[in-house]
């Protein structure tokens, strides 16, 4: 085994700082190599330091959990350092014991164990089925347990762990990337052990960053945190639950009221309706910007492909990469052929760019997709281009003055909202969180069903899809890729089918 040496670690890390000799030895120079190549875009995308890089391949190498040595566990008092308003759920808080914690100490960086890592779809059959799991989470969230029967606690926990949860990616079991689409990725939420959850948010006293970390040697996925500023002994330790600066206030307010009391968050929601006026003026319809970036690549010229009537004895040539194709498209008229090139049929899984190309070089290809259908087939799009419609029919029978428009007098935000009556009211939670906040508490105020459908805007099959009247979760949902929210069909049409035994929603 080759050690690093003192020169060769400076290299490797590029730092000057105090380097831990008895970490040094313990490293092979070679694996720590492949650990910095491999990990390298996380370990930039993190903001970890440099000089961290070494004790944290060392401590997830061989998994040393050692927070106990420098942190510890405290009940919150009235005379706490705590912000208004924020965290009244946590009644524990992480503070530093007789250490000084210093970032310039290359020890100071820290593995935090998962207690709990899930779907959305499968949390409640893990809290059912899982040993310990449910008396666990009661235990985290501070939920009193002889308050709650098994169904009203997992009631609970559903409701209180998204102001607990933090979220990552993986590659989808949903879907076999060989026979139906591109690999996809869907989001696993987890809750970190009892030290990291302890840790609250602050606007103003953050001394820690907190990241979640995968591991590719072990295949695991870690929090890791690290000082950010000297934390003296006995000091409370902070972390902003925002990973992102954000400028926008507002957005800013709205995101952070999954952490702050209910009652604040209704006062501040009201408030917000009722002083800024100019909260739904801007109109995300006209917002060219979104409708370029989704089709910014499917440049093409018209052109004018006249086919045979007569196709008995042709010969259609056709490249394809879907492997149900290939396996059922048998017929003697069509043979596959391994060059785009040489084929008439283009049939893909994957979104065709450059038509432009296509259309001057072989203009009797036929595709099966064409230029600019993400305008109907990306959700976001889709309810952008029905709110474009409401507007032209609304100048249609604008000077029509006999016009009963039955679903803006039930619901002003309808209209001010230009979605049409077909379309079930539908938000952009990345470019309208706070609009839809806002208008949540409208209707929970008037005391009209809450209940919506999160859709990710780049995933089929009902992967990532929720259905749920919990606004925290809502507002936690973008953080793991782009959304829209729509309000569910709660009373929808049922059509009876004699030979199902039952009604099927239409």
Not at 8 to 21: E, F, K, N, V, W
Not at 117 to 144: F, G, Q, V, W
């Amino acid at each position: 085994m080759r050690h690093l040496n003192h020169e060769r670690l400076t290299d490797i890390c590029c730092y000057t700082l105090i380097i831990d000799l008895n970490v040094m030895e313990q490293i092979d120079e070679k694996d720590y190599e492949e650990f910095l190549k491999s990990h390298e875009f996380q370990l930039l995308f993190c903001g970890i330091p440099k000089y961290l890089y070494c004790q944290l391949y060392f401590k997830m190498k061989n998994e040393i959990f050692d927070c106990g040595k420098y942190f510890q566990i405290c009940p919150v008092d009235d005379d706490d350092l705590c912000e208004e308003n924020f965290n009244p759920e946590r009644k524990y808080y992480m503070s530093t014991i007789e250490h000084e914690i210093k970032p310039s100490n290359v020890e100071m960086i820290f593995l935090i164990d998962h207690a709990w890592t899930y779907r959305i779809r499968d949390a409640r059959k893990h809290l059912l089925t899982i040993p310990k799991l449910y008396e666990r989470m009661l235990s985290l969230m501070n939920i009193n347990e002889t308050n709650h029967d098994l169904e009203n606690g997992i009631e609970m926990i559903l409701q209180r762990m998204w102001k607990y949860n933090q979220t990552y990616t993986l590659a989808t079991d949903q879907i076999d990337p060989l026979n139906d689409c591109e690999e996809v990725y869907e989001p696993y939420w987890y809750i970190m052990d009892e030290v990291g959850s302890m840790i609250r948010h602050s606007d103003t006293n953050v001394n820690l960053n907190c990241v979640s970390f995968y591991f590719q040697p072990s295949q695991t996925m870690y929090s890791v945190i690290w000082p950010i500023e000297i934390i003296p002994p006995y000091t409370e330790c902070f972390r902003n639950y925002l990973y992102t600066n954000q400028t926008d206030v507002i957005l800013k307010n709205v995101k952070l009221l999954t952490w702050n009391r209910i009652s604040y968050r209704k006062k501040y929601l009201r408030n917000l309706l009722k002083f800024d006026k100019s909260l739904f003026n801007t109109k995300l319809e006209y917002n060219k910007d979104l409708f370029l970036k989704c089709h910014k690549n499917d440049d093409y010229i018209e052109t004018t492909s006249v086919i045979s009537s007569n196709t008995d004895n042709q010969l259609f040539k056709v490249y394809t990469d879907n492997e149900l194709v290939k396996q059922f498209l048998n017929d003697s008229h069509y043979q596959f052929v391994d060059n785009i090139d040489e084929c008439n049929i283009l049939f893909t899984m994957k979104h065709i760019e450059n038509y432009r190309h296509y259309m001057e070089n072989y203009p009797q290809m036929m595709f099966n997709q064409f230029p600019y259908e993400n305008i109907v087939t990306n959700k976001e799009l889709l309810s952008l281009v029905a709110r474009r419609w409401k507007h032209i029919q609304k100048r249609k029978i604008s000077s029509n003055e006999d016009e009963d428009d039955t679903n803006s007098k039930l619901d002003p935000f309808v209209d001010v909202h230009t979605c049409p009556p077909w379309l079930p009211i539908t938000f952009n939670l990345i470019h309208e969180l706070p609009q839809f906040a806002v208008y949540y508490q409208y209707r929970e105020d008037n005391q009209l069903d809450n209940h919506w459908i999160i859709k990710p805007t780049n995933l089929t099959r009902s992967i990532d899809m929720s259905i749920t009247n919990i606004l925290d979760m809502i507002l936690r949902l973008p953080e793991s890729g782009p959304k829209i929210v729509c309000k569910y069909i709660h009373r929808p049409i049922l059509l009876k089918i004699d030979e199902l035994n039952g009604a099927v929603k239409i």
